[in-house]
């Protein structure tokens, strides 16, 4: 299985455990040199003009691949999978968890995957934007909440298992572009020597008096989806050792209820909420 685009790493976070057949995420434009009839090319695009979808679709039929190709109906990439040996989920939505959903439970049914359902992964989203939404006061809010906790400093985000890194990823990006500021996210490795090194914190500074010059300060943010491998803990711990030697602020966001794909999902949409509260208590558009 060859999952192209920036949707392949979810799709193989979520597979590869038990995936019976090798699964590549192929970021790259194009399809890789050895990919021909007895692969399967799994291609997703929100608005079904993307250049690259289109061509590695064109590429997989030259080369006799099997598609599955999600992507809304008439669209340019629809017409060019269109053919034998194509499967074709029509998209009805731009949000990449909407479209991933009916993608992973196609595979499921191919027996390449573990089964996921829409409605739980619905149920999980529909209790964020109850929880989260804009009429609900900060102090029970978590998407509010972490906004503010974040507002002053850097943030560093940190997912235990392999499907809350990949919400990390997203998040991060999320916060970068609601913010214009650094957002990092990455493994417990990478991240203990940014908690580490941070800045003394000056009780005493006054950002109005000091004109905004003051020294910013990395905030450790955990996404938390109840992942308790080995390597989920031991990373969690050092990240929260780190940061209690660089007294570094933490905030977390908790998601530990329903299957994977629904915590993922509410652990992304809490991010993209604290994004938005964050884009506009800064004044930028969100």
Known sequence: VVAGGPDGRLFRAVLEPVCPVPFVAWPHRGLPGWAGPLDLVVVVCR????DDEISAVAEARRRGCALLVAAPEGSPLHDAASGRGTTFLPAGSADPTALAVPVLHALHIMGLGPEVEAEPVAAALDDVAERCGPSVPSDANPAKELALGIADDVPVVWGGSVLAARAARRVAEALRSASGRPVLSGEAD?????LEGAPEPDLFADPFEDGG?????????ILDDGA???????????????AESGSVRVQ???ATEGPDVGRFAALLATGRF????LALGLGRPA
Do not use: C, F, K, T
Not at 47 to 50: A, I, S, T
């Open 47 to 50: 608005d079904g003009h993307g």
């Open 190 to 194: 990478q991240l203990v020597p940014i």
């Open 213 to 221: 010059s003051a020294v910013s300060r990395p905030a450790l943010v």
């Open 228 to 242: 308790d491998n080995p390597a989920a803990v031991a990373g969690r711990a050092r990240l929260d050792a780190a």
């Open 252 to 254: 977390e966001v908790r």
């Open 274 to 277: 604290a994004a938005a509260y």
